[in-house]
């Protein structure tokens, strides 16, 4: 079975400050995706992130990072230069690829909030 | 359409009653996800269709609840004798074949299904 894990509920940050969120996963799938979403209050889920278990570097895209560490199976984002629109909930998401069935299994969630 | 498209966007409903919910994926995409999100919570994963493949129905919480696909396209989750712990947002997400290395999830906005 494969689980996801967001221990932090709501996070509380300063405009323009760097913010970690973590998230850890197990899962016995040898091949497996980590994806991040985003959803504002509007309730849509915005795409910010993957990271494939076999990619070699972090992946990036823009002000996202993820901190990839397998061996402690944990894929934290790393949000740089915090803006108010980043105000929302995130969500650590993983898809095993041979156990998984293709579905994406997600954590409950962080509930980011930044301050002016 | 550009997007994946959801219908009712809200829906009341009396106990007892069925609901059908609606999703139109994108063009194309010949996977379907459907996720339920209760107020707060994280996504809860009810069923998965992939071509003509058998669907993965394996989140369906009870047999009140069923889902089919027509065409390859759209699909309808229906659930009968509403109760009301089935109140939550019902997400709808598409997405390419599942070969590939990051194929996106594009998500619908949902249903808000509220059970009085």
């Known amino acids: 079975a494969q689980k996801i894990t967001q221990t932090q509920p709501g996070m509380f940050v300063q405009e323009k400050e760097a913010v970690t969120l973590d998230c850890t996963y197990d899962?016995?799938?040898?091949?497996?995706?980590l994806f991040w979403y985003k959803q504002p209050s509007s309730g849509e889920m915005i795409f910010l992130i993957y990271?494939?278990?076999?990619?070699?570097q972090n992946a990036t895209e823009g002000r996202y990072s993820l901190n990839f560490q397998k061996a402690r199976k944990s894929a934290n984002l790393v949000i740089s230069a915090s803006q108010l629109g980043d105000s929302a909930m995130y969500f650590c998401?993983?898809?095993?690829?041979?156990?998984?069935?293709?579905?994406?299994?997600f954590g409950q969630g962080t509930r980011l909030t930044i301050n002016p | 359409g550009a997007g994946v498209s959801q219908s009712p966007s809200n829906k009341v409903t009396e106990k007892g009653k069925d609901v059908e919910l609606r999703c139109d994926p994108i063009?194309?995409?010949?996977?379907l996800y459907w996720y339920r999100q209760s107020l707060g919570q994280g996504l809860e994963f009810l069923i998965y269709?992939?071509?003509?493949?058998?669907?993965?129905k394996s989140g369906l919480p009870s047999d009140r609840f069923s889902a089919e696909r027509t065409g390859g396209s759209v699909s309808t989750l229906t659930i009968q004798r509403t109760q009301q712990e089935d109140s939550a947002v019902y997400l709808c997400?598409?997405?390419?074949?599942?070969?590939?290395?990051?194929?996106?999830?594009?998500f619908g906005s949902g249903t808000r299904l509220t059970v009085v």
């Open positions: 063009s194309g995409h010949t996977a």
């Open positions: 990271q494939g278990s076999y990619d070699q």
């Open positions: 899962t016995s799938d040898p091949s497996y995706g």
């Open positions: 998401a993983m898809r095993g690829i041979i156990q998984g069935a293709q579905k994406l299994v």
């Open positions: 997400a598409s997405s390419l074949s599942r070969t590939g290395r990051n194929y996106g999830y594009t």
């Open positions: 269709f992939q071509g003509n493949s058998a669907p993965d």
